[in-house]
């Protein structure tokens, strides 16, 4: 059964202070994982998409990688305005549905 | 910049009451997604259609029901409202470019309350 999971939970950070939320999955054959963030009460925004291990994508403060098992979203020198709950989610083997993870969310305190 | 709109986003109603959640998008895309999300939850996917006359349901139970009669419009019905109901509800699309599977684009949601 595809599956993923995200942590920490929960992250609170000092302005500027760099850090990384993580996004570890079994799937039977990835076929795309994707980045969202997520504002209170607002749908998901798309960030990015990661198709094979080892591909890296970058937006300003954000950088996503993926390796065979996991991904990470590295967040540099961020700033309260990013403050927001990070989505993972991906397209695996066995389905073909979006399969979201809970989520971390992210303090940034100024 | 996602063009995918829904309304009302915020909507109390009665038990028994019939409802219509409206979802439209411009981006010409065949593909469109419904989803329901409560807080520190992840998303379920309740109903998905890849283009006109195509709806199916999702991996979540759901006493809703869709159509997709033209490409840009995926309304949502709950024909009874219960406050089992109570939740968000997300519509998203994707393009269907060469098989790939792409991103889904989410529009703002409706905040559903039964009482």
């Known amino acids: 059964e595809d599956q993923v999971t995200q942590s920490p939970e929960a992250l609170r950070l000092q302005e500027g202070e760099s850090s990384s939320l993580n996004c570890s999955y079994t799937?039977?054959?990835?076929?795309?994982l994707f980045w969202y963030r997520q504002d209170p009460g607002k749908g998901p925004e798309f960030l990015f998409t990661?198709?094979?291990a080892g591909e890296e994508k970058e937006k300003e403060r954000l950088k996503a990688t993926l390796t065979k098992k996991e991904s990470f979203l590295h967040i540099t020198a961020p700033k309260p305005e990013d403050s927001a709950t990070y989505l993972c989610?991906?397209?695996?083997?066995?389905?073909?549905?979006?399969?979201f993870g809970t989520g971390t969310l992210l303090a940034v305190q100024p | 910049e996602a063009d995918i709109y829904q309304t009302p986003r915020y909507l109390v109603i009665g038990t028994g009451k019939k409802i219509t959640l409206e979802c439209s998008q411009t981006m010409g895309h065949d593909k469109m997604y419904w989803y329901q999300q409560d807080p520190g939850m992840e998303l379920h996917l309740i109903h998905y259609s890849y283009g006109v006359n195509s709806t199916e349901k999702g991996d979540l139970s759901s006493e809703s029901t869709v159509s997709r009669i033209r490409t840009e419009h995926f309304p949502l019905t709950l024909e009874s409202a219960r406050p089992s109901h109570t939740s968000q509800y997300l519509c998203?699309?994707?393009?269907?470019?060469?098989?790939?599977?792409?991103?889904?684009?989410f529009g703002p949601g409706t905040r559903l309350t039964v009482l």
């Open positions: 998203a699309s994707s393009e269907s470019v060469g098989g790939a599977w792409n991103e889904q684009f």
């Open positions: 989610a991906l397209y695996g083997g066995a389905t073909n549905k979006l399969i």
């Open positions: 799937v039977s054959g990835l076929r795309g």
């Open positions: 990661l198709y094979s």
